[in-house]
């Protein structure tokens, strides 16, 4: 049975330092992280942003013109990557790339990197490349958009390939339908009917980027709750027990939704998944039992769970 307080988690989850904004849309839009959910899948997250720069350069001159203008981003390149250079191996792929580059102007390849760099030093930094709103010209030029001229160190294979492909499709068949009149569930299947979008990736698209209240079930997500014993440990992700978790999921962000007029169902389950990412990622250590250091167990206990 899942019972814990989705309201409770929220809680906890808002007042943990570091995390995304709540408007996080001021530092990556919808459209980006729909399109970013199928690139960082078996990639770090730095290469995923940066191929996704690489496809707004392309797919954007005007963009590409703007960012490649910028003296700003040689100015700080000296820094950006000694910084690159202490984040995994991500950050390491980006500064080889960065190395690479012996001309000037340099290439859209360097500058995606540079920017990539730049957006997870510091989210809210000015940073056009990665935050400039997508243009219907651009959307529409993405399909032309010759995957050949990205498969290089570190996007290079069939496997990044592939990755491309399905985000050119996922654009061309979001771009050009209007879901307005469309349930959760047949949003769903409609992107699902896009080769290559599973589960995750539809639901991210459906959440972020077209704004309905769908959460995003993924592994883990599910460890995260059993973890702190949210969930039960003998929970398994089923097709019954993951509908269930989503089911309370989307009554817990409409009843926080009801009692704080600027927030929605939706914006409230993007957040729960951001917060739980990072701060699994970055914070919670509680692997085999609680960690004292973890915010998580912390926060509970400031609540008096």
Known sequence: MISFSVSKLFDVLAVIPGLQRKDWERN??????AMEAVLIQQASREVATYTLVRLRLAAMPDLAMKVASEKWLLDEMGALTTW?????????MLTRIVAEETDRPLSNRALAALASVRYYQRRDNFNPAVK????????????????????????????????IDIVKRLVAHVHTRNFSSLSNDAIIRSLKSVPGVGDQT????????LGRPVPILDTYLTLLLRRHDLLPESFRPTAATRRALAVHLVHGARDIAASR???????????????????GRLHCKCIRGESADCPIVQ???????
């Open 28 to 33: 990556q839009s919808g459209a980006d992280r």
């Open 132 to 163: 400039d709103p997508w243009t219907d010209e651009g959307f529409d030029r993405l399909g032309s958009v010759v995957a050949d001229s990205l498969m290089d160190y570190p996007t290079r294979g069939p496997v990044w390939r592939a990755k």
């Open 84 to 92: 690159a250079q202490t984040q995994g191996s991500g950050g390491t």
């Open 202 to 209: 539809a639901s991210m698209v459906a959440l972020f980027w």
């Open 299 to 305: 926060g509970y206990r400031d609540l008096g769970r």
């Open 261 to 279: 007029p600027d927030w929605t169902p939706e914006h409230v389950l993007s957040c729960l998944y951001l917060w739980a990412c990072e701060v």
